[in-house]
T-cell receptor
Framework: AQSVTQLGSHVSVSEGALVLLRCNYSSSVPPYLFWYVQYPNQGLQLLLKYTTGATLVKGINGFEAEFKKSETSFHLTKPSAHMSDAAEYFCAVSDDRGQGGKLIFGQGTELSVKP | DGGITQSPKYLFRKEGQNVTLSCEQNLNHDAMYWYRQDPGQGLRLIYYSQIVNDFQKGDIAEGYSVSREKKESFPLTVTSAQKNPTAFYLC????????????FGDGTRLSIL
């Protein structure tokens, strides 16, 4: 069955440190992959997406992710964490049964940023 | 600006009562979705609709009902059969293709009185 695994339900970094949030997926077809961010009591906001083409994808707020087919991974990174990056992050993969925009979400990773 | 509007932001339900959560979008999207979010459990799909007058059950449809009479609207009813309705509910919409992201509303928090 299709799945998305986010390693680590909680990640803590110091301000200015590298942010690395891990995501692995399974899909029977070439996947479309997405990262979303959620601030408390708000909806999800799209950070970036991979559909086709360049495997290194740049998103908003200085985040980027690299699609590695051989590792079935789509890890999210940011070179220097800011306090405002504290939020929950969700990785998602498109449903592989051709059901339009339906997504399979990971369980989420809560990012804390220490001053 | 185009977007998704969920209302109300906060909702309280008495025991044995049905309540309806509103979701409206002006993005001209074909597909709409309802998710339930509980602490530590990510997003769980309740119902989705890919076209007007059609919808499918998601992973946790029991105790919920929906309708899709208009492209712009996808209301969710939490019925009295849903024994643990306290949660954060998110509505989303997307275009018809798999490479198009979902766009989310700001959510409705439902609590039991």
């Amino acid at each position: 069955a299709q799945s998305v695994t986010q390693l680590g339900s909680h990640v803590s970094v110091s301000e200015g440190a590298l942010v690395l949030l891990r995501c692995n997926y399974s899909s029977s077809v070439p996947p479309y992959l997405f990262w979303y961010v959620q601030y408390p009591n708000q909806g999800l906001q799209l950070l970036l997406k991979y559909t086709t083409g360049a495997t290194l994808v740049k998103g908003i707020n200085g985040f980027e992710a690299e699609f590695k087919k051989s590792e079935t991974s789509f890890h999210l990174t940011k070179p220097s964490a800011h306090m405002s990056d504290a939020a929950e992050y969700f990785c998602a993969v498109s449903d592989d049964r051709g059901q339009g925009g339906k997504l399979i979400f990971g369980q989420g990773t809560e990012l804390s940023v220490k001053p | 600006d185009g977007g998704i509007t969920q209302s109300p932001k906060y909702l309280f339900r008495k025991e044995g009562q049905n309540v309806t959560l509103s979701c409206e979008q002006n993005l001209n999207h074909d597909a709409m979705y309802w998710y339930r979010q509980d602490p530590g459990q990510g997003l769980r799909l309740i119902y989705y609709s890919q076209i007007v007058n059609d919808f499918q059950k998601g992973d946790i449809a029991e105790g919920y009902s929906v309708s899709r009479e208009k492209k712009e609207s996808f209301p969710l009813t939490v019925t009295s059969a849903q024994k643990n309705p306290t949660a954060f509910y998110l509505c989303a919409s997307s275009g018809p293709s798999s490479n198009q992201p979902q766009h989310f509303g700001d959510g409705t928090r439902l609590s039991i009185l």
